[in-house]
């Protein structure tokens, strides 16, 4: 099985501006969760989506938002970027119906704020 | 507060000698937990669960409810154990939130 794809890999914005980011998961995986990566703040949890709900949040302001799609796919934005916004963005997949939680990474988006 | 704690951020050992990666954790109930890994230029992956008992590549870890830890352990460190290793818990209900350790990077010298 092809595993966790993001896209773009890499992406350079100025503050002010809005960024959008892309996650397929792994096929047949209906949950995909969103962490945030910094060496700072280390790998902190922004949301989980499952079948196309929001399931849980982490606590970030609310200009991260995101949602998914049917086939699962799931997307990210983040609006009126700061400079403390530049980090390494995660995406996950899981397969639901497991008795544990475990969870399939993606390679990353590296996103820079200027 | 649900909280992981890996006290070390750098682990350095000499080939062949034990590991013992730290790992304290806080969470009203009962969590799952887990060691992720990240080898260099490699995406994050998961080592192992407690409830999974097993050990894999020579690490295992048990959980200790009454000292809140679980600790990774390795009798015999190798070159190629060398990546960040991060602790994690995720409770017991419907959401798959992660919450990680800061992570402690092993260097495992030849």
């Known amino acids: 099985k092809a595993g966790v794809t993001q896209t773009p890999r890499y992406l350079i914005k100025t503050r002010g501006q809005q960024v959008t980011l892309s996650c397929s998961p792994i096929?047949?995986?209906?949950?995909v969760s969103w962490y945030q990566q910094t060496p700072g703040q280390g790998l902190q949890f922004l949301f989980e989506?499952?079948?196309?709900?929001?399931?849980n949040k982490g606590n970030f302001p609310g200009r991260f938002s995101g949602r998914q799609f049917s086939n699962s796919r799931s997307e990210m934005n983040v609006s009126t970027l700061e400079l403390g916004d530049s980090a390494l963005y995660l995406c996950?997949?899981?397969?639901?119906?497991?008795?544990?939680?475990?969870?399939?990474f993606g390679p990353g988006t590296r996103l820079t704020v200027t | 507060a649900q909280r992981v704690t890996q006290p070390e951020k750098l682990l350095s050992v000499f080939k062949g000698a034990p590991v013992e990666l730290k790992c304290n954790y806080s969470y009203s109930g009962s969590p799952e937990l887990f060691w992720y890994v990240q080898y260099s230029r490699q995406r994050l992956q998961l080592l192992l669960r407690?409830?999974s008992r097993e050990s894999i590549k020579g690490f295992t870890a048990d959980l200790n409810k009454g000292e809140t830890s679980f600790h990774l352990k390795k009798p015999f460190a190798q070159e190629e154990d060398s990546a960040m290793y991060y602790c994690a818990l995720s409770g017991m209900d419907s959401s798959y939130k992660l919450i990680f350790g800061s992570g402690t990077r092993l260097l495992v010298r030849p």
């Open positions: 989506y499952f079948s196309e709900t929001q399931r």
């Open positions: 407690h409830i």
């Open positions: 096929s047949g995986h209906r949950s």
């Open positions: 996950a997949s899981s397969l639901e119906g497991q008795t544990s939680y475990e969870q399939y």
